[in-house]
């Protein structure tokens, strides 16, 4: 293999090692964390239309037991909500907000909305990107390779 041509070689896969696959790296982490968010959007929509449905009206808020996660799902704790009319919602940036349950259902729809829509589609795109120019600093490395070989 000729100097210029190794060297060549050496940038392009020390691009693809350090620049490019980290980037892919954290593009598909990014994916599947607005993935994991909409997931537990929906669990949370499920978990409310059941209290819902079990709950006659406003003034059938009987108190409700159950287990609450503190510890990332490792740790639960018993817990009664007093009152199951209200309940306190993510809503983004580290900020919780008090909605009837009609209100976060109503939320929470339009938040998976978004997610799917703006954050998801975007983030999936930037990855195919990503993934794409690995695929076609692959192919120049295998070029080299070839033309160093004939």
Known sequence: MSDPLQSKVAEYSSFITNTLQPKLQLAVNDREDTEKEILEYAQLRSKLQMIET?????????PINTL???????IYCNA??????TVYVHTGFGFHVEFT??????FIDKRIMFLQNDVLKHRVEVAMGIADDVEKAIELLEEFKEADED
């Open 101 to 106: 349950i009609k209100e976060a259902i109503l």
């Open 54 to 62: 079990q709950s006659d009206g406003p003034a059938d808020a009987k």
């Open 68 to 74: 609450v996660d503190i510890s990332h799902q490792t």
């Open 80 to 85: 009664t909500i007093s009152n199951p009319r």
